[in-house]
């Protein structure tokens, strides 16, 4: 049981590059959340899916897409890279009936 | 707008003595709050919730004390150990689709 994966675990982009990042659960938890965390910062939510095919914006959505895949899967995408952009992400998931979401291990960007 | 602040940035304990580390929130219709502990390199872990109709919960050494009527969390953490060396972040809850606004975290260290 891994809880929540991300991958990749680290990245180099030059702007206006492309990626997706990717997230998967085996919690088979409704709900999962995309957040940047900045240095010295907390985590801001970027985007949120509260179940499967349905997708809302979080505090801070510009610049980013979002696709819940399945149950499992939320992916985050960079249409075009900006230094703004360098950050970590981190994947959350929270099951139904409860309020406390579990965090994936994170993925470091650096968008140059 | 709403913020979930924290009084200490940084705290530095004696191993074997309480911590406690404080988080003010903002926002009094705020009905869940969580704190997590971050590892330096690793994703939030989550360590202890409260909800709004409580006023103080305890775990394994870790207790949450609410104090509704000035907006105010405090974690306590009883024997602090080396391993309880982290950033902490607190964060509340006051709307539906579990979206958490997270405060600025507090670094714990603890001197053997």
């Known amino acids: 049981n891994a809880g929540v994966t991300q991958t990749p675990k680290f990245q180099v982009l030059k702007t206006g590059q492309s990626m997706t990042l990717q997230c998967a659960q085996d919690m088979n938890h409704n709900s999962m959340y995309w957040y940047r965390q900045d240095p010295g910062m907390g985590l801001r939510l970027i985007y949120y899916?509260?179940?499967?095919?349905?997708?809302d914006k979080g505090e801070v959505p510009n610049g980013y897409n979002v696709s819940r895949l399945n149950k499992r899967e939320f992916s985050l995408r960079l249409e075009s890279a900006a230094p703004s952009q360098t950050s970590v992400y981190f994947c959350a998931a929270r099951g139904s009936g409860t309020d406390t979401q579990y965090f994936g291990p994170g993925t470091r960007l650096t968008v140059l | 707008g709403e913020s979930v602040g924290l009084h200490l940035p940084t705290l530095s304990v004696q191993e074997g003595d309480n911590s406690i580390i404080n988080c003010a929130y903002s926002?009094?219709?705020?009905?869940?709050f969580i704190w997590y502990k971050q590892e330096s390199g690793k994703g939030p872990q989550f360590i202890i919730d409260i909800r709004s109709n409580m006023d103080k919960r305890q775990g394994q050494r870790v207790t949450v004390l609410l104090n509704k009527t000035v907006k105010h969390l405090s974690l306590q953490i009883a024997a602090t150990q080396p391993g309880d060396s982290a950033v902490y972040f607190c964060?509340?809850?006051?709307?539906?689709?579990?979206?958490?606004?997270f405060g600025q975290g507090t670094e714990l260290s603890v001197k053997p």
């Open positions: 899916s509260a179940s499967e095919g349905t997708t």
């Open positions: 926002n009094s219709a705020s009905d869940y």
């Open positions: 964060a509340e809850q006051y709307n539906q689709g579990g979206k958490l606004i």
